[in-house]
Nanobody, 113 residues
Framework: QVQLVESGGGLVQPGGSLRLACAAPGWIFSISAMGWYRQAPGKQRELVGRIASGGRTNYADSMKGRFTISRDNAKSTVYLQMNNLNSEDTAVYYC???????WGQGTQVTVSA
């Protein structure tokens, strides 16, 4: 089975930063595009951004300029660097192997003073 393990969530003050990580089995990670999604209370899950196997990235408009996705194929890990966080970023964040049914367990990000 394919298991994605997320880490890095927590409580941060407005304007702060967090970096999330998601590790996956190397045999599938190396050939897969990876996505980050988030779901706030009472809202639908939305795309944050994605990174192709070769490193090209795309972001939702609301995340451009503040969030950066990167990947380290040697570690089979994808990262989400989040800067200048605000309360609207409070959500559970999930990583995903694109075009598959494999999701991370989710990690809570709470932005609050």
């Amino acid at each position: 089975q394919v298991q994605l393990v997320e880490s890095g969530g927590g409580l941060v003050q407005p304007g702060g930063s967090l970096r999330l990580a998601c590790a996956a089995p190397g045999w599938i990670f190396s050939i897969s595009a990876m996505g980050w999604y988030r779901q706030a209370p009472g809202k639908q899950r939305e795309l944050v951004g994605r990174i192709a196997s070769g490193g090209r990235t795309n972001y939702a408009d609301s995340m451009k300029g503040r969030f950066t996705i990167s990947r380290d194929n040697a570690k089979s890990t994808v990262y989400l660097q989040m800067n200048n966080l605000n309360s609207e970023d409070t959500a559970v964040y999930y990583c995903h192997i694109e075009d598959s049914s494999f999701w991370g367990q989710g990690t809570q990000v709470t932005v609050s003073a």
